[in-house]
């Protein structure tokens, strides 16, 4: 079992940049990859950017290619999701979720879940 909690979210105004933490505890010496999803109200939750285990092989939604970069760092457990020029399209409630498994594999269906953390986007 692993436990996810995520941390970093908030307020922030159109072009500013905003880092999400991903901080993981009970199983972490399994391997596994790492999504960050996000959710709108109205809208389906969907993936915005996945890493494997070891940090070579990334996945970015093409709404945030160029602007988001996922990474990891597994001493510390934590993956971590930085946002730069941030739109009101990216307010979100972002979650991020985790699948035991060393490769990254797209679709993410992941086993465990964080609450999620709120990120507001508005001047």
């Known amino acids: 079992q692993v436990q996810l909690v995520e941390s970093g979210g908030g307020l922030v105004q159109p072009g500013d940049s905003l880092r999400l933490s991903c901080a993981a505890s009970g199983r972490t010496s399994s391997s596994y990859a790492v999504g960050w999803f996000r959710q709108a109200p109205g809208k389906e939750r969907g993936l915005v950017a996945a890493i494997n285990w070891r940090g070579d092989s990334t996945y970015y939604a093409d709404t945030v290619k160029g602007r988001f970069t996922i990474s990891r760092d597994n001493a510390k457990n934590t993956v971590y999701l930085q946002m730069t020029s941030l739109k009101p399209e990216d307010m979100a409630v972002y979650y991020c979720?985790?699948?035991?498994?060393?490769?990254?594999?797209?679709?993410?269906?992941?086993?465990?879940w964080g609450q999620g953390t709120q990120v507001t986007v508005s001047s």
């Open positions: 979720a985790a699948r035991e498994s060393a490769a990254l594999i797209i679709p993410l269906k992941a086993k465990y």
